[in-house]
């Protein structure tokens, strides 16, 4: 196996590895946020129940920010810096969704469901963050543009994958035949980090660490990070930033959990139409509604992207409200979801913008990180929510609590200076 490439000399291959691995992180999370959440609704479980499981997707991604300095430390220096952690999670991916297998019915047993989601998500938070960390190493500055929008959008078609077509043979023909070919696919991907090493040096499978000098060097600079990454957030701007991406995502997580039990139960879609629409037409949404924000908070500067952003989302929610009387109208009900969907993406891209822009510089791939972890945490406080928002209002006040959510999401943000972090910092002794 000598004479195969390595990713440090071949760009056209690292460059289809790590998108390979951001799509296969985007098949388990479009195959339990859509798939897996549209068949526990034909199965007729509760939407507090619903919420809480596919809530658990998120959790380990809020803890992501944990794995880097593991990353870093411990290094399998003879395999390649990130291949081993690659590999390894993979593996518990692979394992976790094959566990799937071994329950009979996923809509009676959820507690069972609910580790798998766990474990899996582990795996896959731990897996991003390797790949980010291998794309770092191995992408020269000038190509890494062009890389990030090339494997943002290879997550968006894994999602697509797991979503619609894995979603939907899952409907069809149960789970047995929905996993067998979800692992198939990441076993697939797999070969690309197995075969392909990152430098020629390093070997296929060997293990050993770096010396003491390079461990002791190593706890000293995690140590000296951490204390960074709190004066970081000891600015104004940097922690309400924090408190703000927290809540920025539990509108739209509670909608999407609430929005289609009540699509099936009172507005008569079924399980494939809807799988459709989310699984389908929406992810393409998504992803335009991403492009065009970020060549929006170019044009605008994040702030103001943002702001935009925000407030055209609070017009959908309200427009969903205000056309109640229209709701039996399938092409009403799609065309608001997938404007939800776009300004989705426009918003989420909108927030990385700012955050990049507040990060401090000698800390902004950690600081960058924990908000995007909060990203994550404020996706599963909405799923958790969704069925005490369901219990609480009518659906017609559902949506104006989420006007008044996003709204004061607005407030928020205008006490929000994105360059005062670095100003102060700066100007500090």
Request: one cysteine or more.
């Amino acid at each position: 196996m000598n004479h195969l490439k390595t990713l440090d000399r071949s760009p056209g291959i690292c460059i289809t590895t790590l998108c390979l691995l951001y799509a296969a992180q985007g098949i388990p999370d479009g195959f339990v946020r859509v798939g897996l959440k549209t068949y526990l609704i034909d199965q007729g479980v509760s939407t507090a129940a619903i919420g809480v499981t596919i809530a658990l997707v998120s959790w380990p991604w809020s803890l992501k920010w944990v794995w880097g300095p593991f990353v870093d430390r411990f290094r399998f220096h003879r395999m390649g810096r990130r291949r081993p952690w690659i590999l390894a999670a993979q593996t518990g991916i692979m394992l976790s969704l094959a566990s799937l297998l071994f329950i009979p019915d996923l809509s009676a047993s959820l507690k069972a469901l609910s580790i798998v989601i766990l474990l899996a998500n582990t795996f896959a938070s731990l897996q991003d963050v390797s790949v980010d960390a291998m794309a770092i190493d191995q992408l020269p500055p000038e190509k890494r543009g062009i890389a990030n929008g090339f494997m943002y959008g290879s997550s968006y078609a894994g999602s697509y994958v797991g979503s619609y077509f894995l979603g939907g043979l899952l409907l069809t023909s149960g789970i047995v035949a929905a996993v067998s070919l979800q692992i198939g696919i990441l076993f697939f991907i797999a070969l690309f980090p197995l075969l392909f090493r990152e430098r020629r040096q390093d070997r296929f499978v060997a293990l050993g660490t770096y010396g003491a000098e390079d461990a002791d060097e190593e706890r000293a600079s995690v140590k000296e990070l951490f204390a960074k990454l709190g004066k970081s957030f000891s600015v104004r701007s940097s922690w309400l930033a924090a408190v703000f991406a927290l809540t920025s995502l539990i509108c739209t997580n509670a909608y999407l959990i609430v929005w289609p039990v009540y699509m099936k139960e009172e507005l008569g879609w079924s399980t494939s139409d809807y799988l459709t629409l989310e699984g389908g037409l929406s992810v393409w949404f998504g992803l335009g509604g991403s492009v065009a924000g970020g060549l929006i908070a170019s044009l605008l500067g994040p702030k103001r992207a943002l702001f935009t952003a925000l407030s055209l989302m609070a017009i959908t929610w309200g427009l969903h409200g205000l056309l109640m009387s229209w709701w039996a109208e399938a092409t009403v009900v799609s065309s608001l979801f997938l404007l939800s969907a776009m300004l989705q993406g426009f918003f989420q891209v909108s927030m990385f913008s700012m955050f990049m822009e507040i990060a401090w510089p000698p800390v902004a791939a950690t600081q960058f990180t924990a908000y995007m972890a909060m990203l994550n945490l404020s996706n599963g406080l909405g799923a958790s929510s969704a069925g005490l928002m369901e219990s609480a209002f009518s659906m017609q006040g559902f949506f104006w609590v989420l006007v008044g959510i996003q709204l004061a999401g607005g407030l928020l943000l205008l006490f929000i200076d994105p360059t005062q972090t670095r100003r102060v910092l700066h100007a500090a002794p």
